[in-house]
């Protein structure tokens, strides 16, 4: 799922239909409190993210993103009409975005940004997941190894232990 955040509705709207026209599943958020949490409730694939806030601006909101262990690795996508100096994007990148796009944007080239964004999540995910399997395939095997292990120490216990006994 992909979270737009914005203050102005009609942003959000317009954002909104245009993905989930292009087949994505889109959750919002009015505000950078509302967009945190969210995202402590909710998994995402992408935020796209207004720059330009009251109360909390974008900067602060991905800074504060960085922060937990369950969102730090959600790609960000700023968004900005009014910050489009050099020095905006370079803070963007510097506060965790992974891109910075200006207004107004070419809808073609936002929706292959958020294609290959939402991609490199899933295959993130998939990987962590293989991951995890594998931690846990390795963790059978060595409690399988050492059960072995007793089992071979017995046998050799019980081999020496047939001639005392034969004698």
């Not at 796009?101 to 929706?111: A, M, Q, S």
């Not at 931690?135 to 060595?142: M, Q, V």
Request: aromatic share 8%.
């Amino acid at each position: 799922m992909i979270l737009i955040v914005d203050d102005r509705i009609e942003n959000i709207i317009s954002l909104k239909h245009f993905l989930e026209l292009n087949k994505f599943e889109v959750d919002t958020a009015s505000s950078g409190e509302e967009a945190l949490k969210k995202v402590l409730k909710n998994d995402y694939a992408l935020i796209i993210l207004d720059v330009q806030m009251p109360d909390m601006d974008g900067f602060e909101v991905a800074e504060n993103l960085s922060g937990y262990s369950k969102t730090k690795n959600i790609p960000i996508i700023f968004l900005s009409a009014v910050n489009i100096e050099k020095k905006f994007i370079t803070r963007g990148y510097q506060s965790g975005g992974i891109d910075y796009v200006t207004k107004p944007f070419d809808p073609d080239i936002l929706l292959l940004k958020v294609k290959t964004f939402y991609k490199l999540y899933e295959q993130t995910r998939e990987l962590n997941i293989i991951q995890e399997n594998l931690r846990n395939e390795i963790a059978e095997r060595i409690l399988a190894e050492e059960k072995l292990s007793e089992k071979i120490t017995e046998l050799h216990t019980t081999l020496n232990s047939i001639s005392e006994i034969a004698f």
